[in-house]
């Protein structure tokens, strides 16, 4: 499924891939999971270790024109809509779990990419592929 398309698939689906991802990551060890809501999904599990990758958004649309052989303009929309889309999304599918997760009494804006949500946080525009794999190997051990 491409990544904008995403926000179409049914709530149903969506919980089903991503609780299906915890259900894996509390099974085995040595896993390498890659997901939008990675922190947010495997919260609280023990040895697992959660790594944001963050970058500029310049390049993130520098990396979608590239890819995808768009426009400057129309990567900035697509970026733009697909995280609109997927937030709404993913508020209203995950609404119960994120206010089990919050303090009590306390209301905690849904933010899937929050710091606090993550072990380790790697801006992929400061750090190259090989840096990026360093630090998160460094973290393993």
């Keep these: 499924m491409k990544l904008e398309m995403a926000s179409q698939r049914p709530d149903s ?3 089903k891939v991503d609780f299906g991802m915890r259900d894996k990551l509390k099974q085995g060890k040595h896993q390498i999971l890659e997901a939008w809501l990675a922190g947010f999904v495997a919260k609280g599990l023990k040895g697992v270790l959660k790594v944001l990758l963050v970058c500029e958004d310049s390049l993130r649309i520098d990396r979608l024109v590239n890819r995808e052989g768009l426009t400057v303009e129309r990567a900035k929309e697509m970026i733009k809509i697909r995280e609109a889309e997927n937030t709404k ?6 609404q119960k ?5 919050v303090p009590q009494n ?8 929050q710091p606090s949500l993550y072990d380790l946080v790697i801006d992929t525009y400061s750090n190259s592929r090989e840096q990026t794999l360093s630090k998160v190997m460094e973290a393993l051990c």
């Design 97 to 101: 779990e994120w206010q089990l997760w």
């Design 89 to 94: 999304k993913w508020q209203r599918v995950y």
């Design 13 to 15: 689906l969506t919980r």
């Design 106 to 113: 306390q209301q905690v804006p849904f933010d899937f990419w």
